[in-house]
């Protein structure tokens, strides 16, 4: 009698599925500083922990947010830094390279390539100029958002022990202490993935910053900033790092072989740094079926918008390490996440996490 039922069980889970993720995209403004904030806490939470050890809870919790909050600022300074001075660049050297893409669009079109009158039309100063205003919405709207995350920090830092006390109240077989148990695996896998990411980052910035110093490039150390800081967005943040420096090398040297040139050695920095050697360092605990990487990426893009894009792989991978507790979940781990030997922690008994 419980065969027939199996399509109908499906159809409900897609069905509950996609419900899910319509609510996900139509109450982002609410779903999406909350995760940011339960990342951020999973990341802090050592240092609140040792912090609070010392001092008053309410004195460690200001200490951990200001601090977060500077790293946060640095990274948007950064950032605005190195592509406020390439804008800067672009607008001061406008006249040539409008007339520059003229001539491109001569050639395509005595090629049989016509660029859409869209293009041809609005590609001039005056459009360069009124993206200006519209990227300023976009960065207070950015600021609140950040606003409203770092309430939800300090809120769940101070909550972070009361949580967890009532979840392990539920006793050990109980769902509480499973989710206790993956909440405690994953903020450790989350801060390898930052730690790995922020040295992949730091590297990927120096490697881009020495190539293109070495092509005689403009802005090099800008170029080498906006790599460091756009790694952290998989997939999206290396992609932008490398389309600009190229078109911009085409805009410099007036030649489609260097622009080709740079194009595959950032290619090439790219693929040795995230695809050899992050995987080495982070070893097996963090590896993912690259197609899962790309579809959350893309997903929670969809979602979310570029936040979503950073978002996107911390969310699975927590995901992940939660269906690892419990057996009738751990095949979706199994399934997606790397081939492990399972006489590993996670099939051991799940142990009461410190707080």
Not at 94 to 120: F, K, M, P, S
Not at 127 to 149: A, G
Request: with cysteine.
């Amino acid at each position: 009698m419980d065969e027939p039922t199996n399509p109908i069980r499906l159809l409900i889970a897609i069905g509950a599925l996609i419900l899910i993720c319509g609510a996900l995209a139509l109450a982002r403004s609410v779903f999406a500083p909350v995760a940011f904030a339960i990342f951020i806490i999973a990341i802090v939470w050592p240092v609140q922990r040792g912090l609070q050890a010392v001092l008053p809870k309410v004195l460690a919790c200001a200490i951990s947010v200001v601090g977060t909050a500077a790293i946060i600022l640095a990274f948007g300074s950064l950032i605005t830094w190195g592509f406020g001075r390439v804008v800067r660049s672009v607008i001061s050297d406008a006249t040539r390279l409008q007339g520059l893409y003229a001539q491109t669009a001569d050639w395509l079109e005595t090629h049989g390539i016509v660029l859409a009158g869209l293009w041809a039309e609005h590609f001039n100063i005056p459009w360069l100029l009124r993206l200006l205003p519209e990227l300023t919405s976009r960065f207070n709207s950015t600021s609140t958002f950040l606003f409203v995350i770092l309430i939800y920090v300090i809120l769940g830092l101070l909550e972070v022990e009361d949580v967890a006390r009532k979840l392990s109240a539920g006793g050990a077989r109980g769902f509480g202490q499973v989710l206790l148990a993956g909440s405690a695996r994953t903020a450790g896998k989350l801060r390898r993935f930052m730690l790995v990411r922020t040295l992949m980052s730091l590297m990927t910035g120096a490697l881009v910053w020495a190539f293109v110093a070495m092509m005689g490039l403009d802005l090099a150390l800008e170029w080498g900033v906006i790599a460091f800081v756009l790694n952290y967005i998989p997939v999206i943040g290396p992609l932008i790092a490398t389309v600009f420096p190229t078109l911009y090398a085409m805009a410099q040297f007036a030649s489609w072989q260097t622009a080709l040139l740079v194009f595959v050695c950032l290619n090439l920095i790219q693929f040795l740094v995230g695809s050899y050697l992050e995987p080495r360092v982070a070893g097996n605990a963090l590896a993912m079926s690259p197609f899962i990487v790309l579809f959350a990426v893309f997903f929670w893009t969809f979602l979310w918008g570029l936040s979503g894009a950073f978002i996107g792989v911390p969310i699975v991978i927590a995901i992940l390490t939660i269906c690892d507790q419990h057996p009738s979940s751990r095949w979706i781990a199994d399934l997606l996440g790397a081939p492990r030997d399972r006489t590993d922690e996670a099939r051991t008994p799940l142990r009461q996490p410190r707080n």
